[in-house]
């Protein structure tokens, strides 16, 4: 499927674009520097400038000068002259750390949105400056074209703490710890210094230029750039050390000469030229809702907790740790607090059932991301239960805090982009998108934007995002347009009051809104079914966390049988399904018996959280769920194991 073709039947279907928020520019001014038409201003306060070609190039790339901005300009001026903006913000004794990356930021969204300077910059970095340029490349991998630096600080337990072979600089390793908030010892031990994590930038394949002096004894390269090249060439990044060796060697060897400045200015040139531009990443949220209530109680610097509901992509290492770092960094004076409530293989409907237990039950949440997509696709998980679940996860959420702002996401898999290249909308996100609507609340498409992504040919999958599980370069992807979200939601004007929302008719009156668990000692316990207080397998076998030394009902022989008398809409278990998950044998109140096969394809090498819907749109009153282990088998399983772990109820 073409990509216009895409874009076309994403704006057919309703989504919105973000608006930035404001920014305050003030003391606007042109100057003229060397003879090129300079742009003064302050950015809420902050001093800034950028430099205006004579004939700008068509897209406007442009080069950041991280510190030290008049310190060797002639590459400036020779990139100047073939078309290229120099910027700058002043950031000056922040040392790299996050309120520095929070002007950048703010820098950053000024040039590209409101004067549209292209979206991947070159970074330019100078001694400390280092510190600057790696530590937002290292945040945004994405927007980044080529990073030049010259003699760049890379550890600052080198410069300006002095303790490997540099001199140091005493009075400015105090100011850090001061900016750092952070103790000597503390300080030596900070792990993500710029030569660390570098995972992301390398995924993207950002190349680097360090130019470098041998004798420099006020920022050892071996101590910086040797350590910090080697740590990136081993992450698959493209990286180039040049020693300056010629002239003379100033300031104990930490000032040198440029050689060759011209084939410098060509690294530059040459990537802020080929860098493609990236489709914007506000073309995939839905903006049905606003994020008022977070904004008023951030603004109020107030708690705020933040939840996320997902499966695995939720779970591992990923855009989940930056969304908490950029919350933390970006808005220090408010204290948030951050539930994980990842589980891999999870989806919808065990999310309807585990909601209170695994989120609710722990305090108020003023915001919550909820993930479901892949796992419901690779579950099969049927549409009419997808949205029911996701509507009464909703529902549940709203009725525990009205106040509550939700994201929905729908994240990408193989199913999904096959759906996408043959036209059709994932059955998947068309419920994530149809709830979203109908409740007014975020929805972000990152099934679809890494769908026209790839098709734009700004990257590919399988080298690059990898699998459903993403790479690091997927989760940039991820995390790149949840912070999209976050700073033009978060931009605007202060909200007055917060917002009780209004719980409109529901889409589907069966939604599983009252989704919870039932413990199994509830059970009645018949013939065969033992209940361990805190059951781990004996097998050796893997588990998941929250299925593991937690109460089981277990029966491992056929004819073993429970019964639950429960009252509600819809019943189910959550099971543990094993090498040895057996076949159940089930009825309601009686009813016709049905069969249920409890091991699945991924059974035999873990002890997997396996969630069945066995009965739903039940009538009110008590109802009788009765299970009997069959005495047939799946073909690879070893046995007749049945381990309930929860009974699923819709309803009190």
């Given amino acids: 499927m073409k990509y216009k073709k895409w874009l076309l039947l994403l704006f057919a279907a309703g989504i919105g674009l973000c608006k930035g928020g404001a920014q305050t520019i003030t003391d606007l001014k042109e100057v003229t520097w060397k003879g090129f038409k300079r742009l003064t201003f302050k950015l809420d306060g902050n001093e800034a400038w950028y430099t205006v070609p004579p004939v700008p190039l068509e897209g406007k790339p442009w080069v950041w000068r991280a510190y030290f901005p008049e310190w060797h300009t002639d590459m400036d001026s020779l990139l100047l002259q073939r078309g290229v903006h120099i910027a700058y913000i002043n950031a000056s004794d922040r040392f790299g750390h996050a309120s520095a990356m929070n002007r950048w930021d703010d820098l950053y969204h000024y040039l590209t949105t409101q004067l549209h300077f292209a979206a991947r910059p070159a970074l330019e970095a100078v001694s400390r400056g280092g510190l600057y340029a790696y530590g937002w490349a ?6 980044v074209s080529c990073i030049y630096a010259e003699a760049p600080v890379c550890d600052f337990t080198s410069w300006p703490a002095g303790k490997g072979k540099g001199k140091g600089a005493p009075a400015e390793w105090q100011k850090l710890l001061k900016v750092y908030c952070l103790t000597e010892t503390e300080a030596l031990q900070y792990a993500d210094q710029p030569k660390d994590n570098l995972e992301a930038l390398a995924a993207y394949k950002v190349p680097i230029v360090h130019v470098i002096g ?11 750039t040797l350590v910090l090249v080697q740590n990136y060439i081993r992450k698959g990044g493209p990286a180039t050390v040049i020693p300056m060796t010629r002239g003379r060697q100033d300031l104990e060897g930490h000032h040198f000469p440029i050689e060759n400045t011209a084939a410098l200015a060509d690294f530059i040139y040459e990537n802020v030229r080929k860098q493609p531009t990236p489709l914007p990443a506000d073309s995939f949220i839905h903006t049905y809702g606003k994020l008022e209530n977070l904004l008023f109680r951030i603004r109020h610097k107030k708690e705020v907790t933040v939840a996320f509901l997902g499966g695995s992509i939720t779970n591992m290492t990923g855009w989940r740790n930056k969304v908490e770092q950029y919350f933390a960094e970006r808005y220090p004076e408010t204290h948030f607090r951050f539930l994980n409530a990842g589980i891999p293989s999870l989806g919808s409907l065990p999310h309807a059932f585990r909601l209170q237990n695994d989120v609710l039950d722990r305090g108020r949440v003023d915001l919550l991301f909820i993930e479901a997509a892949v796992n419901d696709r690779v579950n099969g998980t049927p549409e009419m239960q997808q949205q029911r679940a996701l509507e009464g996860i909703v529902r549940h959420a709203l009725n525990s805090n009205p106040a509550m702002d939700i994201v929905l996401m729908g994240f ?37 934007e890494v769908h026209a992504r790839i098709a734009h040919k700004e990257f590919n999958w399988e080298y690059d995002f990898k699998n459903l599980h993403p790479s690091p370069f997927g989760q940039e992807i991820y995390f790149n347009s949840i912070k999209t979200l976050l700073q033009t939601q978060l931009g605007g004007n202060q909200p007055k009051a917060m917002v009780v929302k209004k719980m409109p008719e529901a889409m589907d ?39 593991v030394k937690v109460p089981v009902l277990e029966g491992i ?54 969630y069945l819907l066995l009965g739903d749109g039940l009538k009110k009153g008590r109802h009788l769920l009765s299970i009997t282990i069959a005495d047939q088998q799946h073909p690879q399983s070893k046995g007749h194991a049945v381990r309930i772990v929860y009974f699923l109820v819709n309803g009190k």
């Fill in 509 to 547: 009156p069966l939604h599983y809104g009252g989704g919870r668990y039932v413990p199994v000692k509830e059970a009645s316990v018949k013939n065969g079914f033992v209940l361990h207080p805190s059951w781990q397998p004996a097998d050796g076998i893997g588990t998941r966390p929250g299925f």
């Fill in 214 to 224: 041998l004798q420099d004894q006020i920022v050892p390269a071996e101590e910086n």
């Fill in 412 to 448: 990408a898999d193989e199913f999904k982009l096959a759906d996408l290249q043959a036209d059709h909308i994932p059955a998947e996100i068309a419920v994530h998108d149809a709830v979203a609507r109908h409740y007014r609340l975020p929805f972000i498409n990152l099934a679809a």
């Fill in 138 to 143: 290292k945040r945004n991998p994405s927007k």
């Fill in 557 to 610: 022989t056929a004819g073993a049988s429970t019964n639950l008398s429960f009252q509600g809409s819809a019943v189910g278990i959550a099971v543990v399904s094993g090498p040895d998950a057996g076949v159940i044998r089930y009825s309601i109140d009686g009813g016709p018996e049905k069969t249920v096969d409890l091991y699945t394809q991924w059974s035999k090498g873990l002890h997997l959280p396996w």
